[in-house]
């Protein structure tokens, strides 16, 4: 395997285990293949192919205009104006048209984003709010006027059911991202080409990869979970105040690690989606494609953590205090009422809240998750030219 540009973009070799239903060279790329893979002319490899693409061999590069991205994201010198047949220029892409390309898939296939997401957001949120008013327990209540030792245990109640409560909604909220993120992924990688999709469509192709997305991310989380552990542990097991800077330091050394890997995983997610890769094959191709490019991956994707984070503020607040006031306490018992037994009209009022937050915030981040993978290839695999004649670009197509 080598990262030159080329036809035959880097990947898995077949000695891994993807060699099955990948279109050869010889045979026509038009996405009827078994697989249907996202790139229109890749080697045995499970690589991601647009569908529908024009049949190209392995040949000389085109003679029209491209911006092939190379190893290094440049090849013979930008043109004035790449091509555009899509949501993004098919060339290495600015973080301002990463996020411009998500927000611009929401607008162009409205109805089959808003279809997903709006359906899963307000499925997830009645699970959320019928878990949260009969099955959680009642939190462990804290004596304000405790110290010493007893504040402690009453804190550290406090912490451990707080935890216990929120993993009945943190399951059907990863149930409910990995719903969406699949079928917004293949969106994503039609509205790159400029082509049509409906929800169907979409959800026919991303549905076969949903145990291998649970898979994946079921991993990531039982890794992060594990070095968490490591971290804590020691100081958890000491005890006294030496063990509580220790659970500090382990704290802060854990989540360091845990950041990196995610990081370096990050474009897993669309690598299994888009390439028909395992589990596994597609943590080592994300490792791969982030490779060298750590820090800029984290800036991105910190940042649309930010938007994603403000929107959610925006859209909280004014709810919540609906919730608070159509409630029948105010908003003074909530501030000085310790008691979380919520009534119904806040459940509601506050869950409206939520599902209209995860139908903006879920098209954003897997947007951007999948033009990142977009973008690392195109820097590395010149992936823009496969592209272009997928795309059907004059002068792309090198068919006889």
Known sequence: MNDTPGWASPGSAPSEGQGAGVPRPSEPVDGSGPAGNWSPTQPPAGQWSPPSAPGTG????????????????????????????????????????????????????????????????????????????????????????????????????????????????????????????SVLTVVISRSVLGRPVTLSDAWHEARPRLPQLLGLTLLLALISAAIMTVGLLPGMLIGSAAGAGLVVIGLVAASVVVIWLMVRFCLASPALMLERQSITTSMRRSDKLVKGAWWRTFGVLALTGLLTLIVSVIIAIPFSIIAMVVDGGGIDRFLTDSSTDFGWPFLIVSGIGQVITATITYPLSAGVMALLYIDQRIRREALDLDLARAAGLPGYDTRS
């Open 58 to 181: 392995p040949g000389a590069p085109p003679p029209a205009p491209g911006w092939g991205g190379g190893s290094q994201g440049h090849g013979w010198g930008q043109p004035p104006v790449a091509a555009k047949p899509g949501v993004i220029p098919l060339r290495p892409l600015g973080v301002g048209e990463i996020l411009d390309g998500a927000v611009s898939t929401m607008r162009a296939h409205w109805r089959t984003v808003l279809g997903i997401t709006l359906a899963v957001s307000v499925l997830a949120q009645i699970a959320i709010t019928l878990v949260q008013r009969y099955l959680l327990p009642e939190p462990a209540a804290i004596d304000p006027n405790a110290t010493g030792s007893e504040a402690l245990r009453q804190s550290a109640d406090s912490a451990q059911s707080a935890l216990i409560n929120s993993v009945p909604s943190l399951l059907i909220t990863m149930i409910a991202t990995l719903i969406t993120t």
